[in-house]
């Protein structure tokens, strides 16, 4: 179990972490989202003991991870922690690279430890080239490799995919965080992409200002986003005035409704006017407004054309789950 407590951390005088208290348990994956500047990457590098921590402690089990006062080489043996800016030996190849933070001890199997490294991140074929001639985004899979190759038990990822393009990006998730899983490593990832954390993260804990405004389950925090901060992290959401829903009409109350949550319909619902639509692939994510000018974002499977009047449903499960009602209770104002 990873357990943190950071009553306060300073830049300077400025806080940047205030009042941060959670556990990881062996093996989960935690996800820590926010936006630019929340604190997501000074979090990892205080548990990571690059930075000093003065208010609070970090333990691993029984084990207390002392930071850059106590320990010459920054880190501890246990835990490895991948940053933005990946620390590779330019002039060595990859397999060279990845084979350096290989056990001494285990010489026999460094071959193929390395082309299973080499196999996850979807490098075979680069295994002899110099790691000064790969892209960024090939650099900063074999720093993945790196830090696997050390064999933590805990793994702290910042952006883990910032650099890799979606092509390879798909694959890659798909195969780090299960193979995480299967050697039952701890993992704290720290990412803006819903698509990074979704699919992957056990829980997800929210960071604002450098304060936890959430520590959920993946799908509940999803399902049931606390605040429209929460929710707009994975996309476009809009927060709704019940009084605008009809049959909610006595509830003085705003719903955060996803896109995807709005049922566009000819005949009955919220009537809205379209004023903007925008091609997404797999649906045209619509921009409305109703007759008061509340801007609502809804999803379309066609293109609608501004100045097209639609009405638009959305279930009451979705409403009642966000107001915290229980099904069955009579909530009707019409
Ligand atoms: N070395 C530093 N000295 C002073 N302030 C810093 C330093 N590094 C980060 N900060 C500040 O700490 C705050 C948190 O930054 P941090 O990099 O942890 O955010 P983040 O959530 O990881 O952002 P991003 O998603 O953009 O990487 C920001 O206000 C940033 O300006």
């Not at 922690?81 to 397999?95: A, K, R």
């Not at 929460?230 to 996803?258: C, M, Q, R």
């Not at 009955?268 to 619509?286: A, I, M, N, Q, R």
Request: hydrophobic share 35%; with cysteine; proline share 4%.
């Amino acid at each position: 179990m990873l357990n943190v407590k950071i009553d306060s951390f300073f830049y300077q005088h400025q806080t940047i972490l205030e009042n941060i208290n959670f556990q990881v348990a062996k093996g989960e994956h935690l996800a820590l989202m926010g936006e630019s500047g929340s604190g997501k990457s000074t979090l990892l590098k205080v548990i990571y003991g690059l930075l000093h921590l003065e208010h609070g402690e970090i333990f691993w089990g029984q084990v207390q991870a002392l930071g850059p006062q106590f320990n010459l080489v920054p880190g501890e043996p246990y835990m490895k922690y991948l940053s933005q800016d990946f620390d590779l030996m330019p002039f060595t190849t990859v397999e060279e690279n990845i084979g350096q933070h290989l056990s001494v001890f285990e010489r026999e199997t460094h071959e193929a430890r390395i082309q299973e490294l080499l196999q996850l991140i979807e490098l075979e074929q680069f295994a002899k080239v110099k790691v000064k001639n790969l892209s960024g985004g090939q650099q900063q899979r074999v720093a993945l490799a790196r830090v696997l190759a050390q064999e933590p038990e805990v793994l702290l990822l910042d952006e883990p995919f910032g650099h890799i393009d979606n092509f390879k990006r798909n694959s890659l998730r798909r195969n780090l965080f299960s193979y995480l899983k299967s050697q039952n490593i701890t993992v704290l990832t720290a990412s803006h992409d819903p698509n990074d954390v979704l699919p992957y993260a056990d829980n997800i804990m929210v960071l604002r200002q450098g304060r936890t405004v959430a520590h959920q389950k993946t799908k509940k925090l999803f399902r049931n986003p606390p605040d429209y901060y929460t929710a707009s992290l994975f996309g476009e959401v809009n927060e709704v005035p019940i009084s605008i829903l009809k049959s909610y009409a006595e509830i003085d109350a705003s719903v955060l409704i996803y896109p995807h949550e709005f049922l566009p319909s000819k005949k009955s619902g919220l009537e809205v006017t379209v004023t903007d639509s925008f091609f997404k692939g797999e649906h045209y994510l619509t921009k409305s407004e109703n007759e008061e000018g509340i801007v609502i974002y809804f999803n379309c499977q066609k293109r609608l054309k501004s100045g097209d009047t639609v009405f638009l449903n959305v279930s009451l499960d979705t409403i009642n789950n966000r107001l915290n009602i229980e099904p069955g209770t009579d909530t009707k104002g019409t």
